[in-house]
Protein backbone atom coordinates (compact mmCIF):
# COMPACT_ATOMS: atom_id res chain seq x y z
CA UNK A 1 0.00 0.00 0.00
CA UNK A 2 0.96 3.95 -0.67
CA UNK A 3 2.34 5.65 2.32
CA UNK A 4 -0.46 8.27 0.99
CA UNK A 5 -3.96 7.88 -1.40
CA UNK A 6 -5.21 9.77 -3.18
CA UNK A 7 -8.92 10.46 -4.15
CA UNK A 8 -10.69 12.57 -6.09
CA UNK A 9 -14.82 13.09 -6.36
CA UNK A 10 -16.78 16.04 -7.01
CA UNK A 11 -14.07 18.30 -7.12
CA UNK A 12 -12.41 17.59 -3.78
CA UNK A 13 -9.00 15.77 -3.53
CA UNK A 14 -8.59 13.68 -0.74
CA UNK A 15 -5.15 12.89 0.58
CA UNK A 16 -5.03 10.37 3.27
CA UNK A 17 -1.84 9.94 5.40
CA UNK A 18 -1.36 5.99 5.29
CA UNK A 19 0.79 4.61 7.78
CA UNK A 20 -1.42 3.73 10.46
CA UNK A 21 0.24 1.93 12.59
CA UNK A 22 2.77 4.81 13.26
CA UNK A 23 -0.19 6.92 13.15
CA UNK A 24 0.98 8.48 9.95
CA UNK A 25 3.97 9.42 11.31
CA UNK A 26 5.86 10.64 8.04
CA UNK A 27 8.15 8.17 7.27
CA UNK A 28 8.98 6.04 4.51
CA UNK A 29 7.80 7.82 0.91
CA UNK A 30 4.63 10.04 2.29
CA UNK A 31 6.38 13.16 2.21
CA UNK A 32 8.12 12.41 -1.57
CA UNK A 33 4.14 11.39 -2.29
CA UNK A 34 2.63 14.16 -0.71
CA UNK A 35 4.65 16.95 -2.36
CA UNK A 36 4.09 15.62 -5.45
CA UNK A 37 0.39 15.32 -5.02
CA UNK A 38 0.19 18.58 -3.84
CA UNK A 39 1.80 20.34 -6.55
CA UNK A 40 0.04 18.25 -9.27
CA UNK A 41 -3.43 19.42 -7.79
CA UNK A 42 -2.65 22.74 -6.73
CA UNK A 43 -2.71 23.50 -10.74
CA UNK A 44 -5.01 21.23 -11.87
CA UNK A 45 -8.70 22.91 -12.16
CA UNK A 46 -11.06 20.30 -12.28
CA UNK A 47 -9.67 20.21 -8.19
CA UNK A 48 -11.87 22.78 -6.47
CA UNK A 49 -11.22 22.23 -2.55
CA UNK A 50 -8.34 19.41 -0.87
CA UNK A 51 -8.65 17.80 2.36
CA UNK A 52 -6.08 16.59 3.90
CA UNK A 53 -6.46 13.26 6.57
CA UNK A 54 -4.60 10.45 8.42
CA UNK A 55 -5.69 6.53 8.04
CA UNK A 56 -6.94 4.77 11.25
CA UNK A 57 -6.85 6.29 14.99
CA UNK A 58 -4.69 9.58 14.25
CA UNK A 59 -4.02 12.42 12.14
CA UNK A 60 -0.30 12.24 11.95
CA UNK A 61 2.46 12.04 15.24
CA UNK A 62 5.12 13.98 12.98
CA UNK A 63 8.83 12.67 12.53
CA UNK A 64 8.81 8.75 12.70
CA UNK A 65 11.17 8.74 15.51
CA UNK A 66 10.96 4.71 16.29
CA UNK A 67 13.07 4.64 12.99
CA UNK A 68 15.44 7.39 14.13
CA UNK A 69 15.42 5.42 17.61
CA UNK A 70 16.11 1.78 16.22
CA UNK A 71 18.51 3.19 13.96
CA UNK A 72 16.75 2.36 10.79
CA UNK A 73 16.99 6.09 9.79
CA UNK A 74 19.86 7.75 10.00
CA UNK A 75 20.25 10.56 12.48
CA UNK A 76 22.01 12.30 9.81
CA UNK A 77 22.26 11.68 6.46
CA UNK A 78 25.36 12.96 4.63
CA UNK A 79 26.45 16.84 5.51
CA UNK A 80 24.05 18.88 7.75
CA UNK A 81 23.78 21.06 4.45
CA UNK A 82 22.57 18.46 2.20
CA UNK A 83 20.05 17.37 4.94
CA UNK A 84 19.02 20.81 5.51
CA UNK A 85 18.16 21.20 1.65
CA UNK A 86 16.42 17.39 1.75
CA UNK A 87 14.41 18.76 4.64
CA UNK A 88 13.76 22.90 3.44
CA UNK A 89 12.56 20.48 0.18
CA UNK A 90 9.80 18.08 2.26
CA UNK A 91 8.54 21.43 3.85
CA UNK A 92 7.38 22.30 0.78
CA UNK A 93 4.37 20.54 1.43
CA UNK A 94 3.24 23.32 4.14
CA UNK A 95 3.69 25.75 1.71
CA UNK A 96 1.45 24.83 -0.79
CA UNK A 97 -0.57 23.29 1.73
CA UNK A 98 -1.02 27.07 2.61
CA UNK A 99 -0.63 28.88 -0.91
CA UNK A 100 -2.25 26.91 -3.64
CA UNK A 101 -5.08 28.83 -4.82
CA UNK A 102 -7.88 26.62 -3.70
CA UNK A 103 -9.12 26.18 -0.50
CA UNK A 104 -7.41 23.12 2.17
CA UNK A 105 -8.84 21.68 4.84
CA UNK A 106 -7.81 19.41 7.55
CA UNK A 107 -9.63 16.44 9.02
CA UNK A 108 -8.54 16.02 12.47
CA UNK A 109 -8.82 12.73 13.68
CA UNK A 110 -7.08 11.65 16.84
CA UNK A 111 -3.46 13.26 17.30
CA UNK A 112 -1.46 15.51 15.34
CA UNK A 113 1.61 16.36 16.62
CA UNK A 114 5.16 17.54 15.65
CA UNK A 115 5.54 18.22 12.17
CA UNK A 116 1.83 16.58 11.90
CA UNK A 117 0.63 19.66 13.91
CA UNK A 118 2.26 21.75 11.59
CA UNK A 119 0.61 20.29 8.03
CA UNK A 120 -2.72 20.54 9.98
CA UNK A 121 -2.16 24.11 11.13
CA UNK A 122 -0.75 24.55 7.20
CA UNK A 123 -4.61 24.29 5.55
CA UNK A 124 -7.13 27.05 5.31
CA UNK A 125 -9.52 25.35 7.87
CA UNK A 126 -9.40 22.39 10.43
CA UNK A 127 -12.68 20.46 11.27
CA UNK A 128 -11.85 17.71 14.09
CA UNK A 129 -13.64 14.77 15.61
CA UNK A 130 -14.24 14.61 19.36
CA UNK A 131 -11.06 12.49 20.17
CA UNK A 132 -8.99 15.41 18.08
CA UNK A 133 -5.94 16.63 19.97
CA UNK A 134 -2.83 18.44 19.20
CA UNK A 135 0.96 18.50 20.69
CA UNK A 136 3.76 20.69 19.48
CA UNK A 137 6.41 17.64 20.66
CA UNK A 138 9.24 18.72 19.56
CA UNK A 139 11.18 20.01 22.82
CA UNK A 140 10.10 16.10 24.17
CA UNK A 141 12.18 15.20 21.38
CA UNK A 142 15.56 17.47 21.85
CA UNK A 143 13.80 19.07 18.39
CA UNK A 144 13.08 22.86 17.75
CA UNK A 145 10.64 22.63 15.19
CA UNK A 146 9.61 22.06 11.65
CA UNK A 147 7.12 22.56 8.75
CA UNK A 148 6.02 26.15 10.02
CA UNK A 149 4.18 25.32 12.74
CA UNK A 150 5.92 28.51 14.72
CA UNK A 151 4.55 30.65 11.63
CA UNK A 152 1.12 29.06 11.59
CA UNK A 153 0.76 29.50 15.47
CA UNK A 154 1.89 32.42 16.24
CA UNK A 155 -0.66 33.73 13.89
CA UNK A 156 -3.74 31.47 14.80
CA UNK A 157 -3.26 32.12 18.46
CA UNK A 158 -1.11 34.92 19.15
CA UNK A 159 2.58 35.02 20.30
CA UNK A 160 2.36 34.35 23.93
CA UNK A 161 0.15 30.76 23.62
CA UNK A 162 2.33 29.92 21.08
CA UNK A 163 5.52 30.15 22.98
CA UNK A 164 3.90 28.29 25.61
CA UNK A 165 2.43 25.57 23.68
CA UNK A 166 6.35 24.91 21.89
CA UNK A 167 8.16 25.49 25.50
CA UNK A 168 5.88 23.08 27.11
CA UNK A 169 5.23 20.88 24.61
CA UNK A 170 1.66 20.13 26.38
CA UNK A 171 -1.06 18.32 24.79
CA UNK A 172 -4.41 20.01 24.30
CA UNK A 173 -7.86 18.24 23.77
CA UNK A 174 -10.57 18.74 20.76
CA UNK A 175 -12.19 20.89 23.52
CA UNK A 176 -9.20 23.43 24.03
CA UNK A 177 -8.42 23.31 20.37
CA UNK A 178 -11.76 24.79 19.17
CA UNK A 179 -11.38 27.39 22.08
CA UNK A 180 -8.46 28.56 20.68
CA UNK A 181 -9.75 28.49 17.20
CA UNK A 182 -7.04 25.80 16.13
CA UNK A 183 -10.46 23.68 15.13
CA UNK A 184 -13.09 25.89 12.67
CA UNK A 185 -15.69 23.20 14.11
CA UNK A 186 -15.68 20.73 16.80
CA UNK A 187 -18.04 17.70 15.69
CA UNK A 188 -18.85 14.15 17.21
CA UNK A 189 -15.85 11.52 15.47
CA UNK A 190 -18.92 9.59 14.03
CA UNK A 191 -19.50 12.74 11.95
CA UNK A 192 -16.19 14.11 10.99
CA UNK A 193 -16.06 12.66 7.67
CA UNK A 194 -19.55 13.50 6.55
CA UNK A 195 -19.16 16.98 8.13
CA UNK A 196 -15.39 17.81 6.23
CA UNK A 197 -16.95 16.27 2.93
CA UNK A 198 -20.43 18.34 3.03
CA UNK A 199 -18.07 21.68 3.23
CA UNK A 200 -15.37 20.32 0.97
CA UNK A 201 -17.95 19.85 -1.78
CA UNK A 202 -19.33 22.70 -0.89
CA UNK A 203 -16.49 24.98 -1.77
CA UNK A 204 -15.63 22.40 -4.84
CA UNK A 205 -18.89 23.85 -6.30
CA UNK A 206 -18.12 27.37 -5.44
CA UNK A 207 -16.37 29.50 -7.65
CA UNK A 208 -12.98 28.80 -8.17
CA UNK A 209 -11.75 32.14 -9.65
CA UNK A 210 -12.80 34.24 -6.83
CA UNK A 211 -11.53 30.98 -4.43
CA UNK A 212 -8.06 32.09 -6.21
CA UNK A 213 -7.95 35.36 -5.65
CA UNK A 214 -9.14 35.06 -2.16
CA UNK A 215 -6.28 33.32 -0.98
CA UNK A 216 -4.15 35.51 -2.59
CA UNK A 217 -5.60 38.09 -0.40
CA UNK A 218 -5.57 36.31 2.33
CA UNK A 219 -1.63 35.84 1.92
CA UNK A 220 -1.10 39.62 1.58
CA UNK A 221 -2.88 40.34 4.31
CA UNK A 222 -0.66 38.14 6.70
CA UNK A 223 2.74 39.58 5.60
CA UNK A 224 2.12 43.12 3.76
CA UNK A 225 0.88 46.60 3.82
CA UNK A 226 -2.77 47.75 4.00
CA UNK A 227 -2.08 49.58 0.89
CA UNK A 228 -0.47 46.10 -0.44
CA UNK A 229 -3.91 44.46 0.67
CA UNK A 230 -5.71 46.93 -1.58
CA UNK A 231 -3.83 46.84 -4.47
CA UNK A 232 -3.92 43.06 -4.33
CA UNK A 233 -8.17 43.22 -3.81
CA UNK A 234 -8.74 45.88 -6.16
CA UNK A 235 -6.90 43.34 -9.00
CA UNK A 236 -8.88 40.33 -7.86
CA UNK A 237 -12.10 42.09 -7.86
CA UNK A 238 -11.38 43.39 -11.36
CA UNK A 239 -10.69 39.91 -12.46
CA UNK A 240 -13.82 38.18 -10.98
CA UNK A 241 -16.07 40.86 -12.30
CA UNK A 242 -15.30 38.76 -15.79
CA UNK A 243 -15.93 35.98 -14.75
CA UNK A 244 -18.67 33.58 -15.84
CA UNK A 245 -19.38 32.80 -12.33
CA UNK A 246 -19.91 36.27 -11.69
CA UNK A 247 -22.24 36.38 -14.62
CA UNK A 248 -24.09 33.40 -13.01
CA UNK A 249 -24.23 34.66 -9.81
CA UNK A 250 -25.92 38.50 -10.97
CA UNK A 251 -28.87 36.08 -12.95
CA UNK A 252 -29.59 33.97 -10.13
CA UNK A 253 -29.92 37.17 -7.87
CA UNK A 254 -32.34 38.10 -10.65
CA UNK A 255 -34.03 35.16 -10.52
CA UNK A 256 -33.90 34.68 -7.04
CA UNK A 257 -32.27 31.32 -6.99
CA UNK A 258 -29.04 29.65 -5.86
CA UNK A 259 -26.15 30.74 -8.54
CA UNK A 260 -24.77 27.37 -10.34
CA UNK A 261 -21.21 28.03 -10.73
CA UNK A 262 -18.72 26.21 -13.29
CA UNK A 263 -15.58 27.59 -11.99
CA UNK A 264 -14.56 30.05 -14.67
Known amino acids: MPDLLVTEEAGVATLTMNRPDSLNALGGDMLTEMLEALTRIAGDMSVGCVVLTGAGRG ?33 EASRILHEMPKPTIAMVNGVAAGAGMSLMLACDMRIGGASARMGT ?32 AEVIDAAEMHRLGLLNRLV ?75 GR
Not at 66 to 89: H, W
Not at 228 to 240: I, N, Q, S
Open 59 to 91: FSAGGDMKSRATGAVPILDGTREEAQMRLRVRM
Open 137 to 168: AFGKMGFSGDFGGHWFLNRLVGPAKARELYFT
Open 188 to 262: ADAELATTTMALAKQLAAGPRVAWHHMKRNMQVAEQGTLSDALDVEAFGMTRCRDTEDHREALKAFAEKRPPVFS
